[in-house]
Structures are given as structure tokens and as C-alpha cells.
């Protein structure tokens, strides 16, 4: 009984289930469809909203293909090969008068203004831009920003245009979908999809970064499209592409709509973009060791100056090489490029205080904010020659180097400044400096934060420090660029 009673009871419960979902079908009714999100089947609604904004660009001019590469900024260094920009220069050639090169860009607002890439219109006596709808207009109206690779175009019309809102690109999340826009390899009109990769991205390719980095796949041609989230807001602008090949290779990065609120409205208004500077060169501290050796307590911020350049607010308020600085007009400074933004949105003119570490000892110095050069950052770093083999080298085995005086003569070959004082490195062997990452040339000026003025006082400085502890120098290269290299023995593992 208790058997037929459990299978009874069973039948009923599924025959009660199955007049739940089986129902409306025996009634002759169509099944009910799940509810799925537009945006997981289809782009439509986006891309409609989306496409009438977007145009091509074409840079035109005698020799302006030239002209933008003689004049793009090297920015300290050189682009990194991997690195393109995605751009299309065109059918060059030995043609008199060359083409110039293909992009993109988009609407702002509905009287005619374009943003796009600087090394889109850069050079260009003059740039025909393309609408959705086939309508060209040609413009000689153009203002960027080399230092974020940000320009605007302003074309005049009869009626208004469609135009893109920025969104908010610090809102956006790694996995969120966005598309990309543009006209890669001149095929106007072309959208892909992606996710964003990874944020915050800093490749040393233009002065001020902040790279959103996507999957979405973007080629030659797609230079200064929209980068847009499913709300159809525009939250990056395509600025170039990592790959080995010179196609997409997956790795994608758009200038963060954050950056472009700022630099636009200046352009827009001026023409060209104010920044206050320090004029400083300065690198992020990652190391927990060297933190401590430079008088940083654990978790406190700080940035290592490399390099104070001549003739700036930082050199007259008497910041040098291998300060750490720690905050600035009352803001902590965790890294370099916090440091880069701060400085750049302060009014030119205000004086504010900077505090830092020097030789672990704490001190405060007032900077008055100038206005930053144009040229600023732009220049080439020049490559050193080589050191001849010196017979009089000091040998340091301890830590597998050859060190030589800093002489008149290296000075001139190398490119230091005559007032320097240290031992150069001049042969780098097996040993903690080479796992360390110092090169032959390096320069070194204090160990332990004590001076060195030759080969001889870096041997013996070296002669009476612990290894196991961990040696601090302080070393410089021929460029101008601080540093601090913390050499440490590796310590033994236990049985």
C-alpha cells in the first residue's frame, strides 16, 4: 500500500507539472519565448543610433604623410615597434603631390565638430570628411593635442548633424561589451564587437595616457572612431593597436573618454591645450625593499624623481635628482601618472607645496606651477657610445662589475655633465648588478646614501656594505635620467 500510495502521489505531482508548462500549448496557445536582453541578439538599436555620427577622414596636402612623421613626438623614446597606430597613409609612392592618409572620427555636436587622433589630421593642409549618409565637407578648421594624440575637426552645415555623447569611461568594467566604429582599410561604415579588456593602460605612446584596452577587432583606417558602450555613449576613442603582423591581433587601445572631457573643451575654446609642470622625470617605487631603504613606511605613497630638467619649477623650487616625492598641494602620490594628472589640471601661476624624502630625511619645497612648452617631452633620447676597454678598471667582483673614473673624456663620449661625480660602470658581468638590470655606462653617485667621486670609493664603499642586508645606490645615466637600485643577496633557502 505504502508502495502504490508513493507512485501515485508521484504521478500526480507530475502530472500537475506538466499541466504547468504544458498547459497554454494544450490550450493552442504559442509557446512563451525567455526573455533575453536586445543586446545579447543584436546591436541594431545601438548601431542605428550609433553609425550616423561616424565619419572617414581624409588628410590631404603636399607631403603631409611626411610632415606628420617628421613632427610626431618621441616622447622620451621611441614608439615600440608592436605598437601601430591605426592609421592609413596611403599609396605614398614618388608621387609629387602624395595622397596624406585615411581615419576616422565622429560628431560631437550637431553644428559640425569631429573628434579624432592628432596623427590623424597631423600635417594636413587640409582634410575631406566623409558622413554616413555620402555628404563630404572639406575643412582647414583644425586644432589638436599631440600629447594625447586628440584632435577636432569643425565642418560647417545647413542643418544640424547627428551627434555622440561621451560616456563615462571610469564607469566601465573589464568584461563589459562595447563596439568599435570606423572605416578600417577605407571600408566606411564598419562596426565589430568586443568586451573591454583591461583599463588604465600606460604604454608610453603618447605624453598623457590612460588606455582602455578591447578585444574588439580594429585595423588601419579605424584611427580615431568610437569606441561606444551599449547605452551608445562614446567612452574611448581607437588610437592604435598592439601586433607583430601590422593587422589586429586581438589587442586593442582607445584613449579614455576621461582624457578627452578634459583636453576637448580646450581645444574647442583655445585652440590648443594649457598644462601646468614641474619638470620632472619620475619613476613608480613597486618594490617593498627599496620603499623602506628610501624612507617610505609600508603602504605610504611616493614617486622617485629621475630626472629634474634645467630650467623649470621643479629646478627653482630646488627639487633634484632622487627625491621621493610623497604628495603635492595636500594630495598623497601614489604613482607617476596620478602625479602627471595633478600637476597638468593645476592653474598655471598657483603656488602649492610638495612634499618629499631626500636621503630619507623629510622635506618641503613650494613650486610655482608654470605653463608647460610645447616641445616639452617631445625630444629624442640620444643613444651613448660605447666605453673602450679601460686597462686601469677597477674590478668590483662582489657584485660583477668593472668601474672607471668619470674623465673628461667619458664625460664628452657618454654625454654627462662636467660637474658630475661618480664611478662609471664600465664592463657588467655575471652577478647581482646584471640580475639587478644595470648596463655598462651607468653611473654611479652614492652608495648607502653616501657620495662617490671614483672607481676606487665605489669598490671600497662596496668592500664594507652587507650584501644580505642590501646595498642602496644611487645611480644616473648619461641622459639625465635618477635612479635607485636596491643590490641584495639572495637568500639561502632552509632545510
Known amino acids: 500500500m505504502i508502495r502504490i500510495s508513493i507512485v501515485v502521489c508521484c504521478l500526480a505531482l507530475g502530472a500537475a507539472v506538466g499541466a504547468f508548462f504544458a498547459g497554454p500549448l494544450l490550450q493552442g496557445q504559442a509557446p512563451v519565448a525567455p526573455a533575453i536582453p536586445n543586446e545579447l541578439t543584436s546591436y541594431r538599436d545601438i548601431v542605428k543610433k550609433v553609425l550616423p555620427a561616424v565619419v572617414s577622414i581624409d588628410s590631404r596636402g603636399r607631403g603631409a604623410a611626411q610632415e606628420r612623421r617628421r613632427m610626431r613626438p618621441q616622447f622620451d623614446g621611441q614608439i615600440p615597434e608592436e605598437f601601430r597606430r591605426f592609421f592609413d597613409f596611403g599609396d605614398e609612392g614618388d608621387a609629387p603631390e602624395p595622397r596624406g592618409g585615411f581615419g576616422s572620427g565622429f560628431l560631437v555636436d550637431a553644428k559640425g565638430v569631429i573628434l579624432t587622433n592628432h596623427h590623424v589630421v597631423d600635417g594636413a593642409a587640409q582634410v575631406v570628411v566623409q558622413l554616413s549618409d555620402g555628404r563630404k565637407f572639406t575643412s582647414k578648421d583644425v586644432k589638436s593635442d599631440e600629447k594625447t594624440d586628440l584632435a577636432i575637426v569643425r565642418i560647417e552645415a545647413l542643418a544640424p548633424?547627428?551627434?555622440?555623447?561621451?560616456?563615462?569611461?571610469?564607469?566601465?568594467?573589464i568584461g563589459d561589451r562595447v563596439l568599435?566604429?570606423?572605416?578600417?582599410?577605407?571600408?566606411?561604415?564598419?562596426?565589430?564587437?568586443?568586451i573591454i579588456s583591461a583599463k588604465g593602460r600606460s604604454l608610453q605612446l603618447n605624453m598623457y595616457e590612460d588606455f582602455l584596452q578591447t578585444d574588439a577587432a580594429i585595423n588601419p583606417g579605424n584611427?580615431?572612431?568610437?569606441?561606444?558602450?551599449?547605452?551608445?555613449?562614446?567612452?574611448?576613442?581607437?588610437?592604435?593597436?598592439?601586433s607583430r603582423s601590422g593587422g589586429w591581433q586581438g589587442v586593442g587601445l582607445a584613449i579614455s573618454s576621461d582624457i578627452v572631457k578634459n583636453v576637448m573643451p580646450q581645444l574647442l575654446k583655445d585652440g590648443v591645450v594649457r598644462r601646468g609642470y614641474l619638470g620632472v622625470q619620475v619613476k613608480d617605487i613597486t618594490e617593498p625593499d627599496l620603499a623602506s631603504r628610501l624612507g617610505l613606511k609600508q603602504g605610504e605613497p611616493g614617486v622617485m624623481v629621475t630626472r629634474v630638467f634645467e630650467d623649470t619649477p621643479g629646478e627653482r623650487a630646488g627639487l633634484k635628482d632622487g627625491d621621493v616625492l610623497t604628495s603635492l598641494d595636500g594630495k598623497p602620490i601614489h604613482d607617476g601618472h596620478e602625479l602627471q594628472i595633478l600637476v597638468a589640471r593645476l592653474p598655471v601661476g598657483k603656488t602649492v607645496e610638495v612634499n618629499a624624502l631626500r636621503d630619507g630625511q623629510a622635506k618641503r619645497f613650494q613650486v610655482k606651477i608654470e605653463e608647460q612648452p610645447r616641445r616639452f617631452g617631445t625630444t629624442r633620447v640620444p643613444t651613448p657610445r660605447r666605453i673602450e676597454r679601460d686597462p686601469d678598471a677597477v674590478s668590483i667582483d662582489k657584485i660583477g662589475v668593472e668601474a672607471v673614473d668619470l674623465t673628461p673624456e667619458i664625460v664628452d663620449r657618454l654625454g654627462f655633465k662636467e660637474q658630475k661625480r661618480g664611478a662609471v660602470l664600465s664592463r657588467i658581468h655575471d652577478g647581482l648588478a646584471a640580475d639587478a638590470g644595470l648596463r655598462a655606462g651607468t653611473l654611479v653617485t652614492k652608495v648607502d646614501r653616501k657620495t662617490i667621486h671614483s672607481a676606487k670609493e665605489l669598490r671600497d664603499a662596496l668592500a664594507d656594505a652587507s650584501l644580505e642586508k642590501g646595498v642602496l645606490l644611487q645611480v644616473e645615466t648619461p641622459q639625465g635620467g635618477a635612479n635607485y637600485v636596491l643590490l641584495k643577496a639572495p637568500q639561502s633557502g632552509k632545510p
Open 180 to 194: 568599435a566604429v570606423g572605416s578600417p582599410f577605407g571600408l566606411t561604415g564598419t562596426v565589430t564587437h568586443g
Open 223 to 242: 584611427s580615431g572612431g568610437p569606441l561606444v558602450s551599449l547605452d551608445g555613449k562614446v567612452i574611448g576613442i581607437n588610437a592604435a593597436i598592439k
Open 161 to 173: 548633424l547627428p551627434f555622440l555623447e561621451l560616456g563615462d569611461s571610469t564607469a566601465m568594467q
